[in-house]
């Protein structure tokens, strides 16, 4: 792998485009260092993980020609954007017009492939060479701001929620919120399913406002709602049938006997599938078949992407475990969850190259900082860099939210206004552009007791 020289931010149209050309730079010395759908937030990935280079589509959410000028006179150092259009369109050379250093069009072969590894370098430098020669002038900063107009491209899909560390990660957390982001009438108001897959112990469940049907006097006390069968208990179903038919049986309609009462969360499209809820499932004996486990686990989330248009797996540390390794390889993308902790980010990085070796590559696999706090002593670049992965979203440091979050089973983009609510729901953003124009702040949930069982 070539040692990288250049780093790269890309603000792109369609994911299939994107993905081609990560795979195509491993072996170069240019690092994407993040790749997002809505133009403000290239521009703040840019800035904030130090790119020397920016990659557009002008077909990206919120996108206006104001925004190469900032990049270009950014204060700190010049940010030179190149286009990335459609070859049947004038919309490079509009770029140019407005400040862009040249564009590359789609498809995105071998051909414009190179021609973007030239024009990085030589933009960047002749960038560089120009603000340090006084041939420009910086003038007062100004941001653009999202526009209202257009929608943007976007496709469903399986995304995994996945920390190499366990511990103080919020996985679970975010898996939930994110869940809630894509379902709730008030935002994404998708078809949603979120399944618990920590072969350790799942809980989200438990954020959600459920509890298992003997834990009666719980639930009373603390409003929660009860629940009895969950995946344990459809493995132990499909098993004794497994041998003859293998995962045959396994259709939708069997998988949903399964899921809590749809909705999951109240004025939302959100289901669930419940996970092990005692730490001591996995050890039951249907789990040392890991073969069969690893086959169900695939088929589960095989039937159920096409009946929903986002589904979200919560999967625990270790990858090797079937239920973990089904949903990676199942998934058209895994959020990486690291804390600004140390021991965290190295943890991680060794982490990877077991992921590479064992997976093949890192493709769909992307960064997303939680617990961020710049006082902690670690930088959002620092974790890029160590980590090696582009950057998805850094979410930042609030405790007393989270926690009350948890503690209520109330998920807070649902409650909160603030940074952790708004950082959220701009991560559900980069997978449905239209909730940043759909959102409005919902009232706050109220509990009531209920006994809601799955479906017969």
């Known amino acids: 792998m070539a040692e990288k020289k250049f780093r790269l931010a890309v603000g792109y149209r369609n994911s299939s485009d994107v993905e081609m050309m990560r795979e195509s730079l491993i072996n170069t010395d240019i690092a994407l260092v993040s790749y997002d759908q809505n133009a403000q937030r290239v521009f703040d990935n840019a800035v904030r993980l130090a790119a020397d280079a920016v990659l557009l589509s002008p077909e990206c959410e919120g996108y206006r020609s104001q925004i190469i000028h900032d990049l270009l006179f950014y204060r700190e150092r010049p940010i030179p954007v190149i286009g990335w259009s459609d070859s049947r369109r004038d919309d490079g050379r509009n770029m140019v017009s407005n400040g862009a250093k040249g564009y590359v069009t789609l498809p995105m072969d071998a051909i414009q492939l190179n021609r973007l590894i030239l024009m990085v370098h030589e933009v960047v430098d002749a960038a560089r060479r120009e603000r340090d020669d006084g041939q420009v002038s910086l003038t007062a900063g100004y941001m653009a701001l999202p526009g209202q107009g257009g929608g943007t491209s976007w496709q469903s899909k399986v995304i995994s929620v996945y920390v190499p560390k366990g511990g103080g990660s919020h996985r679970t957390t975010t898996a939930v919120n994110l869940s809630t982001v894509l379902s709730h009438v008030t935002m994404g108001n998708q078809k949603t399913m979120l399944l618990d897959f920590d072969q350790t112990k799942g809980d989200c469940h438990t954020m959600l406002g ?17 629940i009895e069968r969950g995946l344990y208990d459809l493995i132990v179903n499909i098993a004794p049938r497994y041998s003859a038919s293998r995962a045959q049986n396994l259709t939708l309609p069997f998988i949903k006997n399964y899921i809590v009462n749809s909705p999951a ?16 499932d996995s050890g039951m004996d249907e789990f040392l078949n890991r073969d069969m486990i690893l086959d169900i686990a695939r088929t589960i989330i095989q039937q159920v992407r096409r009946s929903y248009t986002f589904t979200i797996v919560d999967i625990g540390q270790d990858f090797s475990m079937p239920l973990h390794e089904a949903a990676i390889k199942e998934s058209d993308e895994v959020l990486v969850i690291v804390p600004p902790i140390m021991t965290a980010v190295i943890d991680t990085r060794y982490a990877l190259q077991s992921l590479e070796h064992y997976f093949g590559d890192l493709n769909k696999f992307k960064l997303l900082i939680t617990g961020y706090e710049p006082s902690f002593g670690l930088a959002e670049r620092e974790i890029v860099d160590m980590v090696g992965l582009p950057l998805a979203a850094t979410i930042p440091f609030d405790p007393v939210t989270a926690t009350t979050s948890v503690n209520t089973h109330t998920p807070y983009v649902l409650t909160d206004s603030g940074p952790l609510g708004q950082t959220m729901r701009a991560l559900g953003g980069m997978y449905l552009p239209q909730l940043n124009q759909v959102y409005k702040p919902a009232r706050k949930k109220v509990f009531s007791l209920r006994r809601l069982f799955v479906r017969d």
Do not use: H
């Not at 459920?210 to 009860?226: C, G, H, K, P, W």
């Not at 969360?265 to 001591?280: C, E, F, I, V, Y």
């Open 265 to 280: 969360l109240p004025d939302s499209q959100l289901d669930l599938l419940p996970g092990l809820m005692r730490p001591t």
């Open 210 to 226: 459920y509890i298992l049907m003997v834990e009666s006097i719980i639930a009373a006390r603390r409003d929660m709602a009860t």
